[in-house]
């Protein structure tokens, strides 16, 4: 059987590859170590000995000291590595001391860099989708010497009640498998988001649909309370506290608004297994619907509590 054309070209490809290789490798090389080299999280490369434009395979010959320190590196050691992960390669010369001292390829952060990053963090983790943080430095920031690599940021410790208008933020600078060092800042913090305000003076007790609202721009931060998340129409809420006019409305600041009025005649549905008696009772709290409130029965002047099912209904369980 003939072998296929396809098969005879995939045969000669392999040669030609396994010869390229074999040419290569065979091929001396000079190489010059440093009196000092900065190098990356991958350690120190074979092309960073190499005349620039060398053409030479990824050969790793040592790691990277932690950052903030050093390791020296001996031609002899050199020698040993390329003997162990390329050992058809042939280094003809040598320049440059002895001996090299390696450490960390470093950078500058500078404070809008870092202004930047510490406010997605502390959006993505403590703000999240409340509202928008505007942060500031209360104080400069000197900047700090990092390694020339991708970094995050880590908050090391954050306040119970959550971000605060002025404080200070601890945090952690950290790479893939180390850390960077820990900081801290002094900052000034706005979380901006679009809240529901009085417009007029609201007294306890109005109902939601027939108060003047609006929405405004407010900071979360200085509001005391949660604001209160609703519909202008909603006719199932009432207020349940006064509001002065300009005042963001907090989610204590409304309730479902009463159906029932304490003093109110009702029907209070007995209820006992599949046994039920409606009998005529007086409402002795307000109450909105799915609320627990107090009735007291108009003959036996007995007092029970029941689930309010409406506004003349009661339900009462034994």
Do not use: C, Y
């Not at 690599?149 to 180390?178: A, I, N």
């Amino acid at each position: 059987m003939r072998p296929s054309l396809n098969n005879v070209a995939r045969t000669t490809l392999g040669l030609l590859l396994l010869l390229a290789v074999f040419v290569f490798q065979a091929l001396p090389v000079t190489l010059t170590l440093p009196a000092e080299l900065k190098v990356t999280r991958d350690g120190v490369q074979l092309r960073d000995l190499a005349p620039e434009g060398t053409d030479l395979p990824e050969v790793r010959l040592a790691g990277a000291p932690e950052f903030g320190r050093v390791l020296f590196l001996s031609r002899a050691q050199v020698t040993a590595a390329l003997r162990d992960a390329a050992p058809g390669l042939t280094v003809t010369n040598w320049a440059g001391p002895a001996q090299t001292k390696v450490s960390r390829r470093t950078r500058r952060l500078d404070e809008a860099e870092l202004l930047n990053v510490l406010t997605e963090t502390l959006q993505h983790e403590l703000v999240r989708d409340a509202g928008t943080l505007e942060l500031k430095l209360s104080r400069p920031w000197p900047g700090a010497n990092i390694p020339d690599e991708p970094f995050t940021v880590k908050l090391t410790d954050s306040s119970p009640s959550g971000l605060q208008s002025h404080g200070v933020v601890r945090f952690e600078l950290r790479g893939d498998r180390e850390s960077f060092g820990v900081f801290s800042v002094a900052i000034d913090a706005r979380v901006w988001a679009e809240v529901w305000v009085a417009r007029t003076t609201i007294p306890r007790g109005l109902g939601l649909r027939d108060a003047e609202v609006m929405r405004e721009r407010r900071d979360l931060l200085t509001l005391r309370g949660s604001p209160a998340q609703f519909s202008a129409d909603d006719e199932r809420l009432e207020f349940a506290e006064n509001v002065a006019a300009g005042t963001p409305i907090t989610a204590r600041a409304l309730r479902l608004r009463a159906v029932v009025r304490r003093g109110k005649l009702v029907d209070a549905v007995v209820m006992n297994g599949q046994l039920s008696i409606t009998v005529r009772a007086e409402a002795l709290d307000d109450g909105a619907p799915g609320q627990v409130v107090r009735v007291r029965n108009l003959r036996s002047k007995r007092e029970f509590r029941g689930k309010v099912k409406d506004e003349q209904t009661i339900v009462v369980s034994l």
